[in-house]
């Protein structure tokens, strides 16, 4: 997705509140997506990296995509993030902002998402 547009949520890592990324037990039975930003020279664009083995209940990738998208971004300060990115990120660069760990049906079993720029 494009632009810096915010949604003024407060940070938040797990689920849960603790913090801690997900266990073995629970990460099973979702899908771990890697997420970041890709800088261009006239946007930026949310990034999410699939698992090869994604579970068959995946059915729309667009769909799981805005899922992952919306679950990000209900965690970490959209405007904070990109504002941050845009300041010291280069073109060509992505960031990685982390990982979440989500159902088919959009529950979100855990996350290890950052704020802080962190290049891939």
Do not use: C, K, Y
């Amino acid at each position: 997705m494009t632009g810096p547009n915010g949604n003024g949520h407060p940070d938040r890592d797990a689920a849960d509140g603790d913090g801690a990324p997900p266990n073995d037990d629970t990460a099973a039975a979702g899908d771990t997506f890697g997420v970041g930003i890709h800088v261009t020279d006239a946007e930026f664009q949310f990034v999410v990296h699939v698992p090869s083995d994604i579970d068959a209940g995946w059915t729309d990738p667009e769909a799981f995509q805005q899922a992952v998208e919306r679950a990000v971004w209900d965690r970490l300060d959209r405007s904070a993030t990109l504002r941050e990115i845009g300041a010291s990120a280069d073109i060509g660069e992505t960031v990685t902002l982390g990982r979440i760990t989500l159902t088919p049906d959009g529950e979100v079993l855990g996350s290890e998402l950052h704020t802080g720029v962190a290049e891939s």
